[in-house]
C-alpha cells in the first residue's frame, strides 16, 4: 500500500566521469530515460558542467565552497532519489566523484543540520568498465563513503555493467534485455525507497 499523503519520488542521475563519450555517463543518463518512461520524473546532470577545484582547506577558508557545489547541492535537495553511476579507477572511486562528494559535503545553509541533504535522501549505485567485472569493487568504496563516511541511505541493490564498451545500441539503450530489466529494478527500488523515506 503506498502513502497517498507521500511526495513523487524524483530521481537525480550523474556519474562520476566527465568523459564525452564515458560508459558511466550513458549509463546515468538511460537511468533517467527508464525513470521517465515508467513514470518516475528523473534528471540526468553531467558533472562537466559543475567543474569544482580539486578540495583543498585553506583555498575553502579563503574563497568559500565553488558555487557549484552549492548548485548541486540544491538539485540533490529538489530530488529524493539519487543514482550515481561511478566508473572504477584501481578498484576504487574516481577523484572527480569523491572531490565533489567531499566540497558538496561541506556545503551547509542556514538551518540546515551538518551533512543534511546527504541524510535525507535515498541513493543507489551503478556502474560500467569494458572490464569482466563491470566496476564493482569501485562501488564497495563508494558505498564506504557514503553509509560510513557521511551517514546515508544507499540501497543494497546495485547495477554494474561488464564489457561496457559492447553493451549499447545505437540509441543508447542496453542490448541486453536481462541487464535493462536488472537495472530498471534497482531504479524502481530506488524510487519506491524514496517514497517510503518522504511519507
Ligand atoms: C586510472 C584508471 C584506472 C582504471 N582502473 C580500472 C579498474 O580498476 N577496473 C576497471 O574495470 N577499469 C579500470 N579502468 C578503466 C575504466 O573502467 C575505463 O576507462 C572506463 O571507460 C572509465 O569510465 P568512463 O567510460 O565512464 O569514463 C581504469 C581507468 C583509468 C583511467
Known amino acids: 500500500m503506498t502513502d497517498a499523503s507521500a511526495p513523487d519520488p524524483r530521481l537525480l542521475f550523474f556519474a562520476g566521469s566527465t568523459r564525452a563519450n564515458s560508459f558511466n555517463k550513458r549509463l546515468a543518463k538511460l537511468g533517467a530515460m527508464i525513470a521517465e518512461a515508467n513514470s518516475i520524473p528523473a534528471t540526468f546532470v553531467d558533472l562537466a558542467d559543475y567543474p569544482m577545484p580539486i578540495y583543498n582547506g585553506d583555498l575553502e577558508a579563503e574563497s568559500g565552497q565553488p558555487e557549484n557545489a552549492h548548485k548541486l547541492k540544491n538539485l540533490m535537495k529538489a530530488h529524493t532519489g539519487v543514482m550515481i553511476v561511478c566508473p572504477e579507477y584501481?578498484?576504487?572511486?574516481?577523484?572527480?566523484?569523491?572531490?565533489?562528494?567531499?566540497?558538496?559535503?561541506?556545503?551547509?545553509?542556514?538551518?540546515?543540520?551538518?551533512?543534511?541533504?546527504y541524510r535525507t535522501r535515498v541513493f543507489a549505485l551503478a556502474s560500467a568498465s569494458g572490464g569482466g567485472l563491470g566496476g564493482l569493487r569501485g562501488l564497495m568504496h563508494v558505498r564506504a563513503i557514503l553509509e560510513l563516511g557521511i551517514g546515508a541511505l544507499v540501497l543494497p541493490e546495485q547495477f554494474a555493467l561488464p564489457r561496457a564498451n559492447d553493451s549499447y545500441d545505437e540509441h543508447g539503450h542496453l542490448k541486453n534485455k536481462d541487464q535493462t530489466e536488472q537495472f530498471k529494478a534497482v531504479i524502481q527500488k530506488l524510487a519506491r525507497a524514496a517514497r517510503v523515506l518522504h511519507s
Do not use: C, F, M
Open 90 to 117: 584501481n578498484a576504487s572511486i574516481t577523484p572527480l566523484l569523491k572531490n565533489t562528494i567531499d566540497w558538496v559535503s561541506h556545503v551547509r545553509d542556514e538551518g540546515e543540520a551538518p551533512l543534511e541533504v
